[in-house]
């Protein structure tokens, strides 16, 4: 039944349903038509024919006794088995127990700053989502795989009855390729259970992720005095070429920064292959090296918009911050990142 969508008619509005029992999407629109009902059409078979049709009118006759469908197009007609839809599963209700507004804008840009750093270990659930904590001075946006982390915190989003949530990477896969590109309003509602997102004629409810988020602030260190201004362009390119020589399963680049040049190197024992790079760069402390994942430094410049970044470095074997210096002035982004000792490189 699940790989059904759900029609029901009443008054001349078709209100289309999804689900996967985790997830559920609705949307609604007028259509043309002299009684109500419902019935569960197969979801693939439908979508194929609709895609591949011209544009024009088309008619869908509903037999309620066998559940078949029929669509009747200017082209031909086509028919197929429906279900009872008295099976598909009823959508959870969430009851206004907590309830936040938010722009699209907003919450797309703390998607796409948080999802890629979000966990596949199944055996870790908490940090396969992203953790929003509703304060009444600021909204905070967490996700973390254990070798990274980001927080991004909005001050223009905040509520006065305190909440946090952890809502699952699915789920805001779907809603980052649902927003809207015009700017508009998004209501979030939330129980203990769920969430439920509605914008336009869309709504969408999640079951959220039930397990304790680590206790991040613990994890950003506070004494990084070792700062490094450098463009954010120039940086990423270089990371991308050397990567093409780092070890294939460590990724691993080293980074030394002494006065104002950084040289990035690379190299792979096992193929005798090597490269390194010299960019200037502003510094304000002493000399360091330190040894990073390529990977993730690359997924985590492609997600900044600034033209620059500084990156606070302490110790070789402590995390950096790699932190925007252009940013609106209603958010904060930080972005760890965990070192990878440099004695396996050598």
Sequence with gaps: ILENFLFEISEGKLTVTASDLQTSMITELEVESKENGSIAVPARILLETLKNLPEQPVTFTIDEETYSVEISSDNGRYKLAGENATDFPKVPAVSDDFSVDMSTSVLSAAINNTIFATSNDELRPAMTGVYMNLTDTNTTFVSTDGHRLIRYRRVDVASDNGNAIIIPRKALNLLKSTLPTENTNVTVEFNVSNAFFKFNNIKMICRLIDERFPDYENVIPSGNDNKMTIDRSEFLSSLKRIAIYANKTTHQVRLKITGSEL???????????????????????????????????????????????????????????????????????????????????V
């Design 263 to 345: 040289q990035i190197s690379a190299e792979d024992l096992d193929f005798a292959n090597e490269a390194n790079e010299r960019l200037s760069c502003e510094h304000d402390g002493g000399d360091i090296e330190i040894g990073f994942n390529a990977k993730f430094l690359i997924e985590m410049l492609n997600n900044v918009d600034s033209d620059k970044v500084q990156l606070h470095l302490s110790e070789p074997n402590k995390a950096g911050l790699l932190i925007p210096t252009e940013k609106d002035d209603n958010e904060d982004i930080l972005m760890l990142v965990m070192p990878v000792m440099l004695n396996n490189y």
